[in-house]
């Protein structure tokens, strides 16, 4: 089987800082992939990359076709939508023109309504306040803004960039289930980038650990759980 | 909006104009044309740099290209006037003086807006200092001396009332002001025009939902410095005569001032400021022949330090005139 998101060798430079020294993973259909790592490993980074945000050397494949010239505008068209880190909300829009543009590439009508009542079940919150304006929500809702919108561009493939940095414990959990919910209800596959190591490998089916700028282990998140060096590093104990 | 909302404000304003063209005095009627030109140049600046998100300086530079584009023709080249009516002229010599400055804000715009961050408003700021300068050093562009007897429309009458010239100008620029107006509004409330705003709230989060940024922003400054190439051409057959000096960088300086006094991302706020700016000097005179000393400026000022501080977002916001007082939304 061919994986739906494939990055090989990716380097990405800031400048002289030399932020990613050749990542290389893969995402399958219906996986859901959490790539985790200590601060400034270059997670977000590998992110901002497949995205187009950055440039980047090496190959980033979809549906095994590669995508790593095309401009970031062009390839959220092929499937791949990203709910930024810092949830990056348009503040003067509302929650409702917020998920509106997370469909600026269609013009369906009926299925954008869908889509958007979709978004609200999954985020009853959000259909309270569509007419708020994002910029006053609070952070949790600002991150639900965020990834509903990425929803709404209908994608093959997810890309989390920490949900639950500054959430409540309970929010977590209700955005971790919601995760899973998408993955299972829509097939869809997700790359969740989590600082929250715990709860990333106990929802994804494998995981991926970085240290600056590298891959230095990955495997399936059951097994990276119970793994000793895991354990220390990034599971507290 | 209702479809016919554009032609009937231009017969209410066409309306009003008549009045005007009866009861006021010609100083009182330049000052009007003026307040004209500088909605348009408020309006079309706030597009780039209230809606858009982008810092553009280069207003004026735009604005001389319109001035001089619509100079030259009419001085060189006039139609007979028994074929082509006279008035159709002078909206010919304003759309070629707009498309001119669109071509420039290509140029100027398509490759400063590739990059993020605020290169436009040193690019701009250059530009029209390039402007100014080629037009200082063109012989056939009157120098630094400038341009003189650029014609206005002459006076119409209709039914039988004799108007004046004035009133000929203001149908001409009414129709720019409307135009401007609608198709801004219109641009900017459509579903695709919603890009604008996300560029201005954040760029790389537009990009990422598959918005061509580069594109929009290239499409909105093209159409900016149309608009500003059209006040230019207004601006040359209200005054007669135009020099490089006019159109300096205080001149830009001052659109930016409409737009931020008059509150970035709001339709109306920008056109409410155009008009205190452009009456505010005038109607400080008076002040001058009492103490025989020209404070003008520092009261103009001192009006516009105040206002910026008690309304920092600028006087309407993101609001519209009509909706000033309602709250609708949480700000
Ligand atoms: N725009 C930038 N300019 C220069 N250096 C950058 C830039 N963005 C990131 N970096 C550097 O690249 C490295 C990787 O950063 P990145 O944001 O990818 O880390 P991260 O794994 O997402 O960390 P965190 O968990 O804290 O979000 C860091 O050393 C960071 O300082
Ligand atoms: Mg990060």
């Known amino acids: 089987m061919n994986p739906v998101l494939e990055l090989e060798d990716l380097h990405v430079h800031y400048g002289s800082i030399h932020a990613l020294k050749g990542v290389s993973l893969k995402v399958f259909a219906g996986e859901i992939v959490s790539l985790i790592g200590a601060n400034g490993a270059g997670k977000t980074t590998t992110l901002r990359a497949l995205s187009g945000i950055v440039p980047c050397r090496g190959r980033i494949s979809m549906n095994s076709k590669e995508i790593q010239t095309l401009p970031s505008h062009q390839r959220v068209r092929l499937g791949l939508a990203q709910s930024p880190e810092g949830r990056g909300v348009f503040p003067l829009m509302t929650v409702e023109e917020n998920l509106d543009m997370g469909a600026f590439i269609y013009s369906d009508k009926e299925q954008i309504n869908q889509d958007r009542d979709f978004c609200f079940t999954l985020f009853p919150r959000l259909k309270e306040r569509r007419s708020q304006l994002a910029g006053t929500l609070s952070g949790g809702e600002q991150q639900m803004v965020a990834i509903s919108r990425a929803l709404m561009a209908r994608p093959q493939v997810l890309l989390l960039d920490e949900p639950s940095l500054g959430l409540a414990p309970l929010i977590v959990a209700q955005i971790f289930e919601i995760v899973k919910h998408l993955n299972e209800l829509k097939k869809m596959s997700i790359l969740l980038v989590e600082q929250n190591a715990r709860m990333a490998l106990k929802f994804s089916h494998r995981a991926y650990v970085m240290e600056t700028g590298k891959i230095t282990l990955s495997g399936n998140a059951a097994d990276l759980l119970s793994d000793d060096s895991i354990r220390r590093s990034y599971l507290g104990h | 909006m209702m479809k016919s909302a554009p032609l009937i404000s231009f017969v209410i304003l066409a309306l009003m104009g008549l009045m005007l063209d009866q009861f006021l005095n010609p100083y009182l009627q330049r000052t009007m044309a003026l307040v004209l030109v500088n909605i348009i140049l408020a309006m079309s600046l706030n597009l780039v740099n209230g809606y858009t ?279």
């Open chain 2, 53 to 331: 998100g982008q810092f553009s300086l280069g207003h004026a530079g735009f604005m001389a290209i319109g001035a001089y584009t619509s100079a030259y023709l009419s001085t060189h080249w006039v139609a007979p006037a028994a074929i082509v009516p006279h008035l159709l002229f002078f909206i010919f010599y304003s759309l070629v003086s707009g498309c001119f400055a669109a071509i420039a804000g290509w140029l100027v715009g398509q490759p400063s807006l590739r990059l993020k961050g605020d290169y436009l408003a040193i690019v701009t700021l250059g530009f029209g200092e390039i402007i100014r300068v080629i037009i200082l050093n063109s012989s056939a562009l009157g120098g630094a001396r400038g341009y003189f007897g650029i014609p206005g429309p002459s006076p119409i009458s209709f039914g039988g009332l004799a108007l004046n010239a004035f009133y000929s100008f203001y149908l001409v620029a009414i129709l720019w002001v409307l135009t401007c107006f609608f198709v801004i509004y219109r641009t900017i409330s459509s579903t695709h025009g919603r890009a604008f705003m996300s560029i201005r709230e954040d760029e790389i989060a537009a990009d990422s939902l598959g918005i061509h940024t580069t594109r929009v922003k290239v499409k909105s400054f093209v159409l900016s410095s149309f608009f500003a190439g059209v006040a230019g051409s207004l601006f040359s057959h209200c005054m007669n005569f135009i020099a490089p000096s006019t159109f300096s960088m205080l001149m830009s300086i001052n659109v930016v001032i409409m737009v931020v006094l008059g509150g970035m991302g709001s339709m109306t706020g920008p056109i409410l400021a155009a008009v205190i700016i452009s009456v505010l000097p005038e109607a400080l005179r008076p002040l001058q022949e009492l103490t025989g000393q020209d404070y003008r400026m520092v009261i103009y000022s001192l009006i516009l330090i105040v206002l910026m501080l008690v309304r920092p977002q600028g006087l309407l916001g993101h609001k519209e005139i009509w909706n000033f007082w309602r709250k609708t939304r949480v700000e």
